[in-house]
């Protein structure tokens, strides 16, 4: 299991160093600078540059980010909060994002195998089309048009929750965009919980297990679950990383001071730093839980420690 792990580290770690690269590189070749403001002359734009190092080589520049990065300065702001550090800006920001996610996941997830379970216990049945149909309207319609038609029925028509986000009420300002941001988890969950039970429930080794006389919760945990779970982990990880960091829409409609907002308004800035700081968090936070799931798969399934170790 060690050299299963260590191997998956330094894979994750080669492959974080490689995606900065990447990033770093394509936001040279953007078009535009930081500093576009038309009162800027062409001498005070140069001389900005040459301030901030932007007027170093490229692989320079990013030698100095890395390095930099390392000891967690990930720079200032060119021009939303110019010479702010990156690290305060994201400080404010970062935990309402990930509350917002970190609730999306657990609902949409809960409810999501609760759905996909009774479909599968319950299979051409009328529980069985329902959680169906629920599950192709939420991996369908985007979170952005739920998000929308819950503002207007249960904020504006009803009154029932906040249209925007308040700091001040921050409970009851969650509910409507955990909501929309959880149901394309719960679909997609629900969905594939299905799938995977129906083809275990099918296998041989359940129909020994029932014939033993295990039913019931402990035939649900010890065989079926187990079985069907990794599956179902490798449908999970990428639908974390893209709630536990918010939506950029859903976040925009409710204003929300989340990451989301904050990268749309250094995309359309060129802030570089802000935009590179925030996608540096969301790629590391990616590779981390999918380290997080390869474990869990050689915990889960012994076979692919062997296959690892072999």
């Given at each position: 299991?060690?050299?299963?792990?260590?191997?998956?580290?330094?894979?994750?770690?080669?492959?974080?160093?490689?995606?900065?690269?990447?990033?770093?590189?394509?936001?040279?070749?953007?078009?535009?600078?930081?500093?576009?403001?038309?009162?800027?002359?062409?001498?005070?734009?140069?001389?900005?540059?040459?301030?901030?190092?932007?007027?170093?080589?490229?692989?320079?520049?990013?030698?100095?980010?890395?390095?930099?990065?390392?000891?967690?300065?990930?720079?200032?702001?060119?021009?939303?909060?110019?010479?702010?550090?990156?690290?305060?800006?994201?400080?404010?920001?970062?935990?309402?994002?990930?509350?917002?996610?970190?609730?999306?996941?657990?609902?949409?997830?809960?409810?999501?195998?609760?759905?996909?379970?009774?479909?599968?216990?319950?299979?051409?049945?009328?529980?069985?089309t329902l959680a169906t149909i629920l599950s192709v309207v939420g991996v369908s319609v985007p979170s952005y048009v739920?998000?929308?038609?819950?503002?207007?029925?249960?904020?504006?028509?009803?009154?029932?929750?906040?249209?925007?986000?308040?700091?001040?009420?921050?409970?009851?300002s969650m509910v409507l965009p955990v909501v929309a941001l959880s149901l394309f988890t719960m679909a997609s969950i629900?969905?594939?919980?299905?799938?995977?039970?129906?083809?275990?429930?099918?296998?041989?080794?359940?129909q020994l297990a029932e014939s033993k006389g295990v039913t019931g919760f402990r035939l649900l945990y010890k065989h079926?679950?187990?079985?069907?779970?990794?599956?179902?982990?490798?449908?999970?990880?990428?639908?974390?990383?893209?709630?536990?960091?918010?939506?950029?829409?859903?976040?925009?409609?409710?204003?929300?001071?989340?990451?989301?907002?904050?990268?749309?308004?250094?995309?359309?800035?060129?802030?570089?730093?802000?935009?590179?700081?925030?996608?540096?968090?969301?790629?590391?936070?990616?590779?981390?839980?999918?380290?997080?799931?390869?474990?869990?798969?050689?915990?889960?399934?012994?076979?692919?420690?062997?296959?690892?170790?072999?």
């Amino acid at each position: 299991m060690s050299k299963y792990l260590i191997r998956r580290i330094f894979i994750s770690l080669a492959t974080l160093l490689l995606i900065v690269f990447l990033l770093f590189m394509l936001l040279q070749f953007m078009p535009g600078s930081p500093f576009n403001d038309e009162r800027i002359t062409a001498e005070q734009r140069e001389l900005m540059n040459i301030r901030y190092g932007l007027d170093k080589p490229i692989i320079i520049q990013f030698f100095n980010y890395v390095k930099n990065m390392l000891t967690g300065d990930l720079g200032v702001s060119y021009s939303i909060s110019r010479d702010v550090p990156v690290t305060t800006l994201l400080q404010s920001r970062l935990p309402i994002s990930f509350e917002l996610g970190f609730w999306a996941v657990i609902v949409g997830t809960v409810i999501g195998l609760i759905f996909g379970t009774i479909a599968a216990f319950n299979q051409n049945t009328f529980w069985d089309t329902l959680a169906t149909i629920l599950s192709v309207v939420g991996v369908s319609v985007p979170s952005y048009v739920f998000a929308l038609g819950l503002s207007y029925y249960f904020g504006f028509q009803w009154q029932v929750f906040p249209i925007l986000f308040n700091l001040q009420d921050k409970g009851m300002s969650m509910v409507l965009p955990v909501v929309a941001l959880s149901l394309f988890t719960m679909a997609s969950i629900a969905r594939f919980t299905r799938t995977e039970m129906i083809e275990v429930l099918q296998s041989d080794y359940i129909q020994l297990a029932e014939s033993k006389g295990v039913t019931g919760f402990r035939l649900l945990y010890k065989h079926v679950f187990r079985n069907a779970s990794i599956p179902i982990l490798t449908v999970l990880a990428p639908l974390i990383v893209g709630l536990m960091t918010g939506s950029m829409v859903v976040e925009q409609i409710f204003s929300i001071p989340g990451l989301g907002q904050l990268l749309v308004q250094a995309i359309q800035s060129n802030d570089f730093n802000i935009v590179m700081g925030i996608s540096f968090i969301y790629s590391a936070l990616f590779i981390a839980i999918m380290l997080i799931v390869d474990i869990l798969y050689g915990i889960l399934d012994p076979r692919i420690r062997i296959t690892e170790g072999g």
